[in-house]
């Protein structure tokens, strides 16, 4: 039986990765947790269990966690949300750390290793299986869902929703199948993604640094989650295998094919893991 992640494991664990720590331990105390399937409709789930009796049994589960700056009723936990519930039996799990999230962006990053924390430890407590497990994070909400697959164990899939800059980050180590979707990683002072290679598979959409309609880094960053939410249901985002960084930019990979987003539990990458598929401007793109 699984024991909750104590903050002596997580801090031991991040360090054995190279990582800082942040200060306040207990600042995913604060988070909330609210279960979402075709039985019920935003009933909140104990940080300390027991186990929840209306998390449906043989589905997958999502885990929806916002960014700096969000909550759960933002765009992205209602559209994904929908998408998910409205086409496949699924149980959604959202994620609110609004109180941190609101913060400075320091603070919100300061706190991302303590909210993964909580996060690992209400699954657990609550009787969610790993092996059918799918966490979901945009921004700083990558990182917190690739820490807590990496605390849990066992998961199946992690998503990275063009993560943002944090010295704790997502590790292609934090599931079986690691995702990441980059989309604002111009390397500019005002981007807010990072382009590095993070995941199994690293989808850069139009070559991940700028996206077609948009006229600000906002914009380029909110495509990442909004790519996710059309490949559920609307769109196929066929992308191809890219032997290089420098195929990738130059719009040049003609390797094998691989879908970006949907909610599938386990793919098999090609080689390099980098992939890129070029979008329309207007949803669902």
């Known amino acids: 039986m699984w024991k909750g992640?104590?903050?002596?494991?997580?801090?031991?664990l991040v360090l054995a990765n190279g990582e800082p720590v942040p200060r306040n331990q207990k600042n995913g105390e604060f988070s909330r947790y609210y279960l979402y399937n075709s039985n019920v409709t935003g009933v909140p789930l104990l940080q300390a269990g027991p186990a929840a009796?209306?998390?449906?049994?043989?589905?997958?589960?999502?885990?929806?966690?916002h960014g700096h700056g969000?909550?759960?009723l933002t765009s992205l936990n209602l559209d994904v949300r929908r998408e998910l519930l409205e086409s496949e039996d699924v149980n959604v799990i959202v994620v609110d750390w609004s109180i941190f999230a609101s913060m400075t962006y320091a603070q919100a990053q300061a706190a991302v290793l303590s909210v993964a924390q909580y996060l690992a430890n209400a699954l657990i407590n609550n009787g969610v299986p790993p092996g059918s497990l799918h966490l979901v994070g945009f921004n700083l909400g990558a990182h917190i869902?690739?820490?807590a697959g990496r605390l849990i164990g066992g998961v199946a899939r992690v998503t990275g929703l063009d993560p943002s800059q944090s010295p704790i980050k997502l590790s292609i180590t934090d599931a079986a199948y690691v995702e990441v979707i980059h989309t604002d990683a111009s390397g500019t002072v005002q981007s807010n993604g990072i382009g590095e290679k993070l995941g199994h598979a690293d989808f850069y959409p139009n070559g991940g640094r700028t996206q077609p309609g948009c006229a600000n880094n906002e914009c380029h960053h909110n495509r990442a989650w909004l790519y996710f939410a059309a490949s559920i249901r609307d769109k196929t985002f066929t992308?191809?295998?890219?032997?290089?960084?420098?195929?990738?930019?130059?719009n040049t990979c003609r390797l094998s094919t691989l879908p970006m987003g949907t909610n599938?539990?386990?793919?098999?990458?090609?080689?390099?893991?980098?992939?890129?598929v070029n979008t329309g401007n207007t949803y669902p793109f």
């Open 5 to 12: 992640v104590s903050v002596v494991f997580a801090i031991a």
């Open 53 to 65: 009796t209306d998390l449906k049994e043989d589905v997958p589960t999502v885990v929806l966690v």
């Open 70 to 72: 969000g909550s759960y």
């Open 145 to 147: 869902a690739g820490i």
């Open 239 to 250: 992308a191809n295998c890219c032997n290089t960084i420098s195929e990738k930019d130059s």
């Open 264 to 276: 599938r539990l386990s793919k098999t990458p090609c080689l390099s893991g980098i992939y890129r």
